[in-house]
C-alpha cells in the first residue's frame, strides 16, 4: 500500500468512526465546531490564573427562540429569533430574521419612536429594513434609513428609532437576516403622550423614573454605514495578507468592530497562531466561506482542530486562546464580523489591548 493510500485510508477510517461518535464532520472529513442548542455564557473578568476555551454555535443548526428543543422560553425580537449568545447578567446576542410583507398596506401611523437606555449594534447578513431615525421626540417625519445587507449599526444609548408617526412610509422589499446585541435586559422606553418603560416579557423597571422620557437631557444619534456601498477593502495593518472594512473603533468606549476578510490560501504569521487578551473579550461571526481554527484549554494544551463554516459564531473570553495551525487556515476564503470590548461585554473601560502572543 502506498503512503498516500494509507493516509486516505486512515482518514476514512478516523471519518467513520467521528460519525460514529456523533461528531459532525466536514465533507474534506475535517471536524466541525461542536454545535450547542443552549447560549453561550459570556465572561465579565477571567478568573485568576485560569484559561478559558473559545466556543461555537451554528445559528443555522440553532433551534428558533420558544420552539422544541431552545433553551429560551419567548422569542424576544419577534417571530423567529435564535438567542446564542448572553451574558451572565444582562446582554443577548441574537440572530433574527424578519418575514417578508405580503399585502400591499403601507406601515399604520400613530405609534411612537423609543430608546434604550443601554448599547446596541447590528448587522445586516441579508435583506433590508427600514428604520424610522427621528432626532425629537416631538419630530412626526424623520428620517426613513433602508438598512441592507452590509449595513453596520451603533446605537448609544438614548437614541431615537422605531415608531411610525411618519407619513406615507416604506416598507422592507426581502426578508431581513440579522444579527444584533444588545448591552442591557431589552427593555425600551417609548415618548410622546403615552410613552413610558417597557419591560422585555413584562419586567418591571428598577425605579418608577426610567420610564420618564421628558427628563432626557439629550438624545444621541447612531451611527449608521453601508459596507458595501461606502467601505472599500484594506490591508490588515496587524496581520499581512489580511483585509479589513473599519466599522467601528469607539477608543475611549472600548469597542471596536471590523469585517475580516482572508483569500484562499491564507496562512498565518507564527506570532499569530496562538494569541490571547488578558481582560477584553472578542466576538466573530462568519458571513462567508470557511476556515479552520483551533481550540487550546492552556498554552501548554496540543489544542484540537475545528473547522467553522458560513452563519458560525465563535465566542472568545478573556484569557482564551484564538488559534491558527501552521497550515493553510481557508480553501475557499472567508469573511467575518469581528467585535472587540476592552473589558466585559459592555462600552467603557478603553482602550482596547493588543493581543498577546504565545509564539
Known amino acids: 500500500m ?18 460514529s461518535a456523533g461528531v459532525a464532520v466536514a465533507e474534506d472529513g475535517v471536524q466541525l465546531a461542536p454545535v450547542v442548542t443552549k447560549p453561550i455564557v ?3 473578568a477571567p478568573k485568576t490564573n485560569t484559561w478559558g476555551e473559545i466556543s461555537f454555535a451554528d445559528a443555522k443548526s440553532y433551534p428558533w427562540d420558544g420552539q422544541q428543543g431552545s433553551a429560551i422560553e419567548k422569542p424576544p425580537l419577534g417571530k423567529y429569533s435564535k438567542t446564542i449568545f448572553t451574558g451572565p447578567d ?7 430574521v424578519y418575514e417578508p410583507t405580503f399585502d400591499t398596506k403601507m406601515p399604520p401611523g400613530g405609534r411612537p419612536p423609543h430608546y434604550h437606555q443601554f448599547w446596541e449594534w447590528g448587522y445586516t447578513l441579508k435583506g433590508d429594513s427600514v428604520m424610522p431615525e427621528p432626532v425629537s421626540p416631538y419630530q412626526k417625519n424623520g428620517m426613513l434609513y433602508r438598512k441592507k445587507e452590509g449595513g453596520w449599526l451603533s446605537r ?33 422606553i417609548n415618548v410622546g403622550p403615552n410613552g413610558g418603560y417597557v419591560g422585555r416579557y413584562g419586567k418591571p423597571p428598577a425605579n418608577p423614573s426610567m420610564g420618564d422620557w ?12 453601508d459596507s458595501v456601498r461606502d ?8 496581520l499581512p495578507g489580511r483585509y479589513v472594512k473599519w466599522l467601528s473603533d469607539d477608543i475611549a468606549q472600548g ?4 469585517l475580516v476578510k482572508i483569500p484562499p490560501g491564507w496562512t498565518a504569521p507564527p506570532e499569530a497562531r496562538k494569541t490571547y487578551f488578558e481582560n477584553a473579550n472578542r466576538m466573530r461571526y462568519m458571513v462567508w466561506g470557511e476556515m479552520r481554527v483551533w481550540q487550546f484549554k492552556s498554552p501548554d494544551d496540543a489544542g484540537r482542530s475545528f473547522k467553522v463554516k458560513e452563519d458560525y459564531f465563535i465566542y472568545q473570553p478573556p484569557r482564551s486562546i ?10 475557499m476564503g472567508a469573511v467575518w464580523l469581528e467585535v472587540t470590548y476592552a473589558k466585559g461585554l459592555t462600552h467603557g473601560g478603553g482602550p482596547i489591548e493588543s493581543p498577546k502572543s504565545l509564539r
Open 255 to 258: 469597542f471596536r468592530a471590523q
Open 2 to 19: 502506498t503512503r498516500q493510500a494509507w493516509r486516505t485510508r486512515a482518514a476514512t477510517v478516523m471519518v467513520l468512526a467521528q460519525l
Open 90 to 96: 444582562v446582554g443577548q446576542l441574537i440572530y433574527v
Open 322 to 331: 484564538w488559534g491558527y495551525g501552521p497550515d493553510s487556515v481557508s480553501d
Open 214 to 225: 421628558k427628563s432626557v437631557k439629550e438624545f444621541s444619534r447612531p451611527w449608521l454605514v
Open 231 to 238: 467601505l472599500e477593502w484594506e490591508a490588515d495593518t496587524e
Open 42 to 44: 459570556g465572561t465579565i
Open 156 to 188: 448609544p444609548p438614548y437614541s431615537l428609532h422605531g415608531g411610525s408617526w411618519e407619513t406615507g412610509g416604506l416598507r422592507n422589499q426581502l426578508p431581513y437576516h440579522l444579527i444584533i446585541y444588545e448591552e442591557g435586559d431589552g427593555h425600551l
